[in-house]
């Protein structure tokens, strides 16, 4: 069996008396991995353990088969794109590549040479020769995926990447680290939104407690998720009428008005429900102006899975 | 549709450390800092000294009878003396340089959490400590060693003799191993509060207070002459160089304190900044 391009190995690390990361165990293979977990679950600690930015206090992390915290050579292998604004606001976004490739050890042509092809990977070129300190908050997330892939990784490491884009940005950003993934670079991203992951990848990790939850195809875990009752709030013109045509569908477990407006329909079936709504929305004639799953998010997942394991 | 290969690579390729690494941010820094047109001006102000010493330099050997006329000098013999003279006046400007440019060096990259970046590279801390002290280390070389030894190559021109030789020979040596000094002791400790403070003007505040400038100087000297004990001197780092780079010039400024112990003051106060830097330099800031 082929050895996994990452590996950690019993990973631990406690800030005082606080668990951060409980002895996680998982590999990594070449791809796009979604690290996923709600606010405070150890996510952040984790990637910063697995991108060797924290050392662990106990456990190990492989890097292609090599410990991460003995050889700092093997940095030369990461891109990191850090979470916070991790920039220098004097530098124009050309500078500031081209210095951090320096530290790569590049000479100063070819740093200058891959920062061009970084700016051009990342759309950011037409804005590389202005401060860092006039970026928008997509550039700068930008700017930062930028420094992280122009060295030419085999790993890389983006923690919340999307964070502060434009749609057009976002959708930009996720071509081009599903590109990266296809590439058989091995690409980590962290995020606490389930559908922002999803298009990207299909393999997934789930951390909580700073403990791994769940870990394999984001399929699996949909299925899971769809086991369950799902809520859907709707905006409607009346929501009393709505919920009497509603009621009597099989699918439907039940329903409550919250307003005159809106009401909360629970279904064990949700595929079945969305496919028959239409229809019901139809015959009943009553106008809607909105629709929201109300379960249908990350929170909803952890406690399914969490109650699943229980 | 290309096919890559998805397997495992194994690396076999070289891990060890490049030795210049740090190199980049000590280049980075220099030119970050040098086009201000404050550090220019002080440039300029750092060689007006040496100039006026190089006037000197060259009445003493050259123009004596004129120097006796108007000084009433009997044309006193130029030695190491006079070279170690040339890099004392120097003190207020290495005072100015290494608060002006070491100050935020690395208090601006804790405020731009730059040191995820840099952690991030095939860096070691010794790396982005040495390219740090890089920056300082190029401000006090440009403004202590170049001048002395350009007057001492000028010297040497004016004066090409064996016994001008013979008594200055050793200025270059000692002045490279008391600029490596200055750099270790005035360098990292800019660089230890820099790691420990946020703004940079109160670390520019403590390094003067700490590095024996100023009212610290005179409670030293004070302390000193009420209980007539010398080495309430060790106290004060900026004697304590005084001291130490008189004796590579080959004079003692303190008979009663030997040179040794001001160098293993030095040398501690050298180990506890490397210390403070060992541990505050991480790229991830851990608060508990």
Wanted: hydrophobic share 50%; aromatic share 10%.
């Amino acid at each position: 069996m082929n050895a996994p391009v990452l590996e950690c190995q019993s990973l631990t690390r406690w800030y005082g008396q606080v668990i951060g990361v409980s002895t996680v165990d998982c590999q990594v293979g070449p791809g796009v991995t979604g690290l996923l977990g709600l606010n405070g679950a150890g996510k952040s600690t984790l990637f910063k353990l697995m991108a060797g930015q924290l050392r662990p206090s106990l456990g190990r992390v492989l890097l292609l088969g090599h410990d991460l915290s003995h050889h700092r050579g093997l940095f030369r292998w990461i891109g990191f794109c850090p979470e916070p604004d991790a920039l220098y606001e004097s530098m124009t976004g050309r500078e500031m590549l081209v210095y951090l490739l320096r530290l790569q050890g590049f000479d100063a042509p070819e740093s200058e040479r891959r920062a061009q092809l970084a700016l051009d990977r990342t759309h950011l070129a037409d804005a590389a020769d202005r401060p860092v300190a006039g970026y928008s908050k997509g550039m700068r997330q930008k700017i930062k995926l930028a420094q992280a892939l122009a060295h030419d990784p085999k790993v890389l490491f983006l923690d919340e990447p999307f964070n502060g884009m434009d749609p057009v940005s976002r959708y930009e950003s996720m071509e081009l680290i599903r590109a990266l993934g296809r590439e058989g670079k091995t690409v980590m991203v962290s995020s606490h939104i389930l559908h922002e992951v999803e298009e990207m990848t299909s393999i997934i990790l789930l951390i909580q407690n700073g403990q791994i939850l769940a870990e394999g195809n984001i399929r699996e875990i949909r299925d899971l998720v769809e086991r369950h009752p799902h809520q859907v709030r709707i905006e409607c013109e009346d929501a009393r009428r709505l919920a009497v045509d509603l009621l009597p569908m099989e699918e439907v477990l039940g329903v409550k008005v919250e307003a005159p407006l809106r009401l909360v329909v629970e279904t064990d079936r949700p595929r079945r429900f969305f496919g028959r709504l239409p229809h019901a929305l139809l015959s009943s004639g009553v106008k809607v102006r909105g629709f929201q799953t109300l379960d249908d998010d990350l929170k909803s997942l952890f406690e399914y899975l969490v109650e699943d394991a229980g | 549709m290309p096919i890559h290969d998805q397997g495992y690579r194994h690396w076999d390729g070289e891990i060890r450390q490049h030795p210049l690494r740090w190199w980049p941010i000590a280049q980075r820094g220099v030119m970050a800092v040098l086009p201000q047109r404050k550090v220019i001006l002080l440039i300029v102000l750092a060689w007006l000294g040496p100039l006026v010493k190089g006037v000197t330099l060259y009445g003493k050997l050259r123009a004596t009878d004129l120097l006796t006329q108007v000084l009433g000098d009997k044309g006193a013999e130029v030695g190491a003396k006079f070279f170690w003279g040339a890099i004392d006046q120097q003190g207020f400007i290495v005072l100015l340089f290494v608060v002006l440019v070491g100050s935020n060096l690395i208090a601006a990259d804790r405020r731009f959490k730059a040191l995820q970046l840099y952690f991030s590279k095939p860096l070691t801390p010794l790396d982005y400590i040495l390219g740090k002290l890089g920056i300082v280390g190029t401000f006090l070389v440009l403004t202590v060693w170049m001048p002395v030894m350009l007057l001492w190559i000028f010297g040497l021109m004016i004066e090409p003799t064996a016994e001008f030789f013979g008594a200055v020979w050793f200025v270059p040596f000692s002045l490279t191993l008391y600029t490596l000094l200055l750099i270790a002791v005035a360098g990292l400790l800019i660089l230890a509060l820099s790691a420990v403070g946020q703004k940079g003007v109160f670390i520019a505040g403590a390094w003067i207070i700490l590095f024996g400038y100023g009212p610290f100087q005179l409670v030293i000297l004070l302390l000193r002459e009420l209980s007539g004990q010398a080495f309430w001197s060790l106290l004060s780092v900026e004697r304590d160089l005084e001291h130490v780079g008189a004796w590579f010039f080959g004079n003692a400024t303190d008979p009663e304190l030997h040179p040794v112990a001001s160098l293993a003051v030095l040398l501690v106060v050298v180990a506890a900044c490397y210390a403070v830097l060992r541990r505050r330099i991480r790229p991830v800031e851990v608060v508990l």
